[in-house]
Structure formats: structure tokens, C-alpha cells
């Protein structure tokens, strides 16, 4: 059973900064590449970044430079690190496990409930 809960999202203007957490229950969490995904109203889910256990990883070109995604093996976390916030940064933020980045990237099969980011402009 693989469980993931996200947490700190939040309200914030634009230009600030949010740390996202996904703690993360099951075996799947110390081998497994995890990903951050969002979706914002009437919009399709899309790919923030992602990372392989060793530390590899991939973002969004609207995210570079300014998101940065870690993990934390000891403790079963990923963070999302988000500076210089957009109101277009405003979405849900997934996390997502047992994710493939390579040959190409495929979304995991286990998901997270999803934690509200809002940018105010």
C-alpha cells in the first residue's frame, strides 16, 4: 500500500515563495522516481518536475529557474521548492509516485489528494 501526503501549500503574492512536502508510506518511495504535478481550473493536469532516487532530475520549461524539486530518502520526502511565484503558478499540486523518466517520462501509478497553491498578482 503506498500513500502520499502533500502539504504546504497556501496563499501568496506574486514573487513569493512555497516549499511543498509529499511524505510518502509503502516500499515504493526508496527506489521509485517521484514528480510534481499540477492542474488549474479548466485546464489539462500537467508535469511540474521530477526526480529519480539518485537525484536526476527534470522540470517544466515554465517552472526553470525558478522551482526546484528535492527528496529526502531517509525520510520518504520530496519537496518542491517554488520561488518567484506567478499568479499562472496558481493550480492543485499532485505529487506522484512510481513515476518512469527514462527512456521517456510516465506519470506513476499512485497519487497524492492534492494541495491548493494560489498566487495573488
Known amino acids: 500500500q503506498v500513500r502520499l501526503v502533500e502539504s504546504g501549500g497556501g496563499l501568496v503574492q506574486a514573487g513569493g515563495s512555497l516549499r511543498l512536502s509529499c511524505a510518502a508510506s509503502g516500499s515504493i518511495f526508496s527506489s521509485d522516481a517521484m514528480a510534481w504535478h499540477r492542474q488549474a481550473p479548466g485546464k489539462q493536469r500537467e508535469l511540474v518536475a521530477s526526480?529519480?532516487?539518485?537525484?536526476?532530475?527534470l522540470y517544466a520549461d515554465s517552472v526553470k529557474g525558478r522551482f526546484t524539486i528535492s527528496r529526502d530518502n531517509a525520510k520518504n520526502t520530496v519537496y518542491l521548492q517554488m520561488n518567484s511565484l506567478k499568479p499562472e503558478d496558481t493550480a492543485v499540486y499532485y505529487c506522484?509516485?512510481?513515476?518512469?523518466?527514462?527512456?521517456?517520462?510516465?506519470?506513476?501509478?499512485?497519487w497524492g489528494q492534492g494541495t491548493q497553491v494560489t498566487v495573488s498578482s
Open positions: 526526480i529519480t532516487w539518485g537525484g536526476s532530475t
Open positions: 506522484n509516485a512510481g513515476v518512469i523518466m527514462t527512456p521517456r517520462f510516465s506519470e506513476g501509478a499512485y
